[in-house]
């Protein structure tokens, strides 16, 4: 009677627990399978089930210059803001990392606050900043708030691999007679390196997806292409955004594995 | 000697000097802006005051967007939750090849762009969507549904947008729970779900906050899908900031709401914090 009072327990409690995380693992997986799907319809809205499949709206992409032009935008912006936040970014990492100092804590605090911080408010903030000092909006003043958004995931995975790394290695370098520049070359940096890159390509990926500091920041010529997806989306459903949606997350998943690969990406997430 | 060693393995602060400086001119110097101008009583900036604050904190209708944006805040984390914390504990579990693809299903979301993630929800809960038309095919229903435009719709919706925010801090707290415990608790007469909800659950606590933390942040913000799935009807916070400073030009308004806002965030993410240090005590004793 004991024993089968535990099997129900044991049964039970797996099979409440596995099953809500297979829904949960549906309810993850469905938007994307559901976007790939009618990405693939040859009608004309995006109505479920697709009354016929082909390769129509993919073909359109190609004529689609509004959406290759805001594509571009994007990817321009969003690789110099990657350029930048791993460039001050990094050096900013070294810096704080191994230091204890109130100073290092208060700056650490504030490189990462971007993140809780409400983005929009950020970007509303920014354009009276610049309308302030008579700055006109321009691409450049987007990469200046794309780096500050985007710089503390930068900044997260190297000062992460930099409190991993055995301070040790570094003495050893240095009493075997190597300058500070030689250490940090040969033994730092390619330590560090998948830290800076898994940070540099949510950097990038947090860029060109980003909508809120857009928004207040670009000119009237710099369309964004989430701003122009959204604006597509908002006025009437295209089923044109729906193969871009399928192209854009047929590279995602094939740089996800690149930089599982290269970085171990999924173990610096969690 | 030892200080020449200790020397080594650090580096100058004055390397974050660069950031710094551009955090303090880009980033602190238009918050700071930001709050001046909450304080002008009107576009023009002839006089100062509490103006703006007095207007919204006595408007019904804008209580009622700070309100609800923070309400729904709490309805996504709670589901989030719910649903996250098993995939977690299935990760924990699952063999290693299984562990691959559940990972690969938690990180797509949160790298795939927010737009392509909600506009799948549209086609989802549209009136021509998924739902609606297995539901009719089953006969179950006549007419669509409302799904889309409505306030489940956009819980449903950042629930899954954001789920990766919930699940990732909760695989690190799974993992460093010693598995003897659990066994320990076995060994001792308690079934599956007491050992669950004694040992396992306490355990995990700053990964739940964690992810409550940055779940919670991420949903009341989510400009894109709050815009698309509710539609016109339902106005929350970060759409009103939008339409107060860019249709309606009033910028001294929409920057005291930014910073009601703003304000509002930064009590939420301290009650988090603070709760964090605590279970981290109470895991830690």
């Known amino acids: 009677m004991t024993n089968r009072r535990i099997d129900f327990d044991a049964l039970s409690f797996r099979i ?205 010529a710099t369309d964004m292409l989430p701003i122009r997806m959204w604006q597509d989306l908002e006025g009437k459903l295209d089923v044109t955004v729906a193969a871009l949606s399928g192209v854009l997350i047929v590279v995602t998943i094939a740089l996800m594995l690149v930089m599982e690969r290269v970085a171990g990406l999924s173990k610096r997430l969690t | 000697m030892a200080a020449a060693l200790r020397n080594v393995t650090t580096y100058d602060l004055k390397l974050a000097a660069p950031l710094a400086l551009g955090f303090v001119v880009f980033f602190i110097t238009p918050l700071v802006i930001l709050l001046a101008l909450s304080f002008q009583a009107d576009p023009q900036g002839s006089h100062y005051g509490l103006t703006q604050y007095v207007n919204f904190l006595g408007d019904r209708f804008s209580l009622g967007v700070l309100g609800s944006t923070l309400w729904l805040g709490v309805k996504v984390t709670a589901l989030t939750l719910l649903l996250g914390y098993p995939v977690a504990w299935l990760h924990q579990r699952a063999p290693s090849w299984a562990k691959g693809t559940i990972m690969l299903l938690v990180l797509l979301p949160l790298l795939t762009s927010v737009v392509v993630r909600t506009f799948a929800w549209v086609v989802i809960l549209g009136r021509q969507g998924i739902v609606n038309a297995s539901l009719a095919g089953l006969g179950l229903i006549d007419t669509p549904l409302k799904l889309l435009y409505t306030e489940s719709g956009v819980v449903i919706a950042l629930a899954q947008v954001q789920m990766p925010l919930m699940v990732l801090p909760l695989i690190t707290a799974l993992s460093r729970i010693d598995p003897n415990l659990a066994d320990a608790s076995s060994v001792l007469g308690s079934g599956h779900w007491r050992t669950f909800r004694k040992v396992i659950l306490p355990l995990s606590l700053p990964g739940i906050v ?76």
């Open chain 1, 16 to 220: 409440v627990m596995t099953g809500v995380a297979l829904l949960a693992l549906a309810l993850l997986a469905a938007p994307t399978i559901v976007v790939i799907w009618v990405s693939f319809t040859s009608g004309y809205s995006l109505k479920f089930p697709p009354p016929g499949y082909s390769l129509r709206w993919y073909v359109e992409l190609w004529n689609a210059w509004q959406l290759q032009f805001a594509m571009m935008n994007s990817l321009k912006v969003a690789f110099w803001a990657t350029a930048l936040s791993i460039l001050l970014g990094v050096a900013a990492s070294l810096g704080i990392a191994r230091s204890a100092s109130l100073t290092a804590r208060v700056l650490d605090s504030l490189f990462l606050s971007p993140l809780v911080l409400p983005a929009l408010a950020f970007g509303l903030s920014s354009l009276m900043f610049f309308s302030l000092v008579g700055v006109p909006v321009s691409p450049l003043t987007l990469i200046i708030g794309h780096t500050v958004v985007s710089v503390p995931f930068v900044v997260r995975n190297t000062v992460a691999s930099l409190a991993q790394m055995n301070p040790a290695l570094l003495e050893a370098s240095a009493s075997l007679g190597a300058s500070r520049w030689h250490s940090f070359r040969r033994i730092t940096l390619p330590l560090i390196r998948p830290g800076i890159l898994a940070g540099g390509f949510i950097a990038f990926m947090a860029s060109f997806d980003n909508v809120p500091v857009s928004l207040f920041l670009r000119d009237a």
């Open chain 2, 210 to 285: 964690a992810g409550c933390l940055l779940t919670y942040a991420a949903a009341i913000t989510a400009f894109i899908t709050q815009s698309l799935i509710g539609g016109g009807q339902m106005l929350f916070m970060p759409m009103y900031i939008y339409q107060q400073a860019s249709t309606l030009q009033n910028w001294p308004f929409a920057a005291a709401i930014s910073i009601v806002f703003l304000v509002a965030v930064l009590v939420v993410v301290s009650i988090f914090n603070a709760l964090g240090r605590l279970s981290r005590g109470y895991t830690n004793a």
